[in-house]
């Protein structure tokens, strides 16, 4: 017998993790650059908001789609810093991964291809898969500033095509899509009659650049589905929460899939999400200043090691560094697990276009960072 999940492979990031985790267990002591996790704490009121909702008994089932004044909150959210012409009834709440998972399943049929960058973020690939789907890698590598080129996407398109998948800032190489680049995304769109997917879950994770989603554009908001969420620009990855936005076309299709999965996004986590919108801003701005000075330190000392070249990332809190040492990105992985106590996520996780790179989170500690950098450059000059 067959079947489905035999063509999926296992998150490169998640495995390297567990060793990781298996070596400190063992008593090694080892530094992770591995999951793209913040190391900050959850900004202090929007704990107390989550506190406030189990204390006040909301722990209960809630509408499938989200509550109202957080769907609402969503909406206001899309209009001021998006451009885009939301309304509450065309959110649904859920958690990040699970909005760009419920889009492909609900979305594309079988044998239909969807277009995704070469590299780029290692769920992706699977999750068309496990739609029954094709994916169709287009190179996005130095060559291209690690972004997806416009006349390469269109050199892909077939008559299977039904959705170009776009991640900007990028995970795993925080390149970031200029204006142009998405209006040209968007024009292919329209001409193929296709669907995009735009995760930007980074995009409040800029330096020097700016977001630009696909569904401000003129006549895009019915092709368009936004994904985002708290994980990243909030540092709350454990509460598992997020959302989708796109037409009502599109929306009573998805939902189908969120009623007959997850059912609905946990209630109090979804009033800590409205303090999350609606509160301070100065505790991301803090975040996101830390993560410039840790990118630039990270930048500056990995051009320092024998054999590496990085392209500075624009956003996020990875960097994808090109080595010429003569050896595969797997066994790039182990000799610098083994060697110098290090865990990076090997650049073949994220596509063929990934091999000879490796991936560093830059979501730890500066005093970490250059620890865990020194001892890379210690383990690549023996080679």
């Known amino acids: 017998m067959t079947f489905r999940m035999q063509a999926v492979q296992e998150s490169g990031t998640v495995r390297v993790a567990d060793r990781v985790k298996a070596l400190r267990a063992s008593g090694v002591d080892v530094i992770s650059f591995t999951i793209g996790e913040p190391d900050f704490p959850t900004p202090e009121h929007i704990v107390q908001a989550g506190i406030d909702a189990l204390k006040s008994g909301f722990t209960k089932y809630t509408p499938s789609a ?40 609900a979305l594309v049929d079988r044998g239909e291809e969807v277009i995704l960058a070469d590299p780029s973020w290692v769920s992706y690939e699977p999750m068309v898969r496990m739609a029954d789907a094709v994916p169709v890698p287009v190179r996005a590598d130095e060559e291209t500033g690690f972004r997806l080129n416009p006349e390469l996407v269109a050199e892909k398109i077939t008559n299977r095509t039904r959705m170009i998948l776009l991640n900007s800032p990028n995970n795993p190489t925080g390149a970031v899509a200029s204006r142009e680049e998405v209006r040209a995304i968007c024009e292919l769109a329209v001409d193929h009659d296709l669907l995009i997917l735009s995760d930007e879950i980074y995009e409040k994770i800029m330096y020097d650049a700016l977001n630009h989603s696909p569904a401000s554009f003129p006549g895009m908001k019915e092709r368009v589905i936004t994904v985002n969420g708290f994980s990243k620009t ?12 796109a037409d009502t076309s599109l929306v009573r299709d998805i939902q189908k899939v969120q009623t007959h999965s997850v059912t609905c996004a946990t209630s109090f986590a979804q009033k800590a999400g409205i303090a999350a919108l609606e509160g301070p801003a100065e505790p991301v701005r803090r975040m996101v200043a830390e993560f410039r000075r840790r990118r630039d330190l990270t930048v500056r000392k990995l051009r320092d090691m024998p054999g590496i070249e990085v392209v500075e990332p624009k956003g996020a809190f990875y960097t994808f560094p090109k080595y010429s040492q003569g050896m595969d990105s797997e066994k790039m992985t182990e000799y610098l697990i083994d060697e110098a106590h290090v865990g990076v996520t090997p650049g073949s996780s994220f596509g063929s276009f990934g091999e000879n790179h490796f991936r560093i989170s830059y979501a730890t500690d500066i005093a970490t960072l250059e620890r865990g950098l020194d001892s890379m450059k210690a383990a690549l000059e023996k080679l």
Do not use: Q
């Open 66 to 105: 989200g509550i109202p004044e957080l769907r609402e909150a969503i909406a206001r959210k899309l209009k001021a810093e998006n451009g885009i012409d939301a309304s509450a009834s065309e959110i649904i709440v859920t958690p990040t991964k699970h909005a760009i998972f419920m889009s492909i399943i």
């Open 234 to 245: 909030y540092s709350m990855t454990g509460w598992r929460l997020g959302y989708l936005h």
